[in-house]
Structures are given as C-alpha cells and as structure tokens.
Nanobody
C-alpha cells in the first residue's frame, strides 16, 4: 500500500516556476516507478512525466519536455516536479501516481498503468 500527498501548487505568472512535491508512505516506494499527471477542467487526465524506481530513467510528454524535470529522493520517499517557463496551458490539477509493478523495466505513461494516486494540487498560470 502506498499513500501519496502532493504539495507545492499555486498561482504563478506565465514564465514563472513552481516545484511540486509528492510525499509517499509505504515500504515499497523505493521499488516503484512514479509518475506525474495533470487534468485541466473539461479535459481527460494526461501524462506529464515519469521516473524509474532508481531515478536513472525519465520520460516526458512532448508538451513539457525541456521545461519540466522529474526527480526523486528515495531517502525522503519524495518525488518532485520542477516546472519552469510555465504557460497558461499548464493550468491544471497535478497528480502523482505510483506504478504497481515493482522494478518495472520500462516506464509507462497511461493512467491505467498506475494504481495509487494522490489527491492532487492545483497549478494556475496567469497570462
């Protein structure tokens, strides 16, 4: 069982930065890949970024590549999403999620591939 709590969201002007955190509880955190997703009003939840259980591999959605960075600190059971050069279209509720498969060899990007989810944190980017 993994419980996830996101924080760090807020209101920021276009071009600004935010860092989201996802604190995890549970003994298997260090064995799981983690992902960030987002959902804007009226839209489906979409993949943003994922990181392998050991932090060595990452993957990003094309829309955030070069602007967002996912990282993790297994000693602190925390995953981060550094968001730079924010745009109004980045406005959404951001969720972190845990891959249920331990030590999965490849990173997955579908919402259906993840089981444990946090409650989300709102990010609003003003123009």
């Amino acid at each position: 069982q993994v419980q996830l709590v996101e924080s760090g969201g807020g209101l920021v002007q276009a071009g600004g930065s935010l860092r989201l955190s996802c604190a995890a509880s549970g003994r298997t955190f260090t064995q799981k890949a983690m992902g960030w997703f987002r959902q804007a009003p009226g839209k489906e939840r979409e993949f943003v970024a994922a990181i392998s259980w050991d932090g060595r591999r990452t993957v990003y959605a094309d829309s955030v590549k070069g602007r967002f960075t996912i990282s993790r600190d297994n000693a602190k059971s925390t995953v981060y999403l550094q968001m730079n050069s924010l745009k109004p279209q980045d406005t959404a509720v951001y969720y972190c999620a845990a891959d249920p498969v331990l030590f999965r060899s490849r990173l997955v990007v579908r919402t259906a591939d993840y089981d444990y989810w946090g409650q989300g944190t709102q990010v609003t980017v003003s123009s």
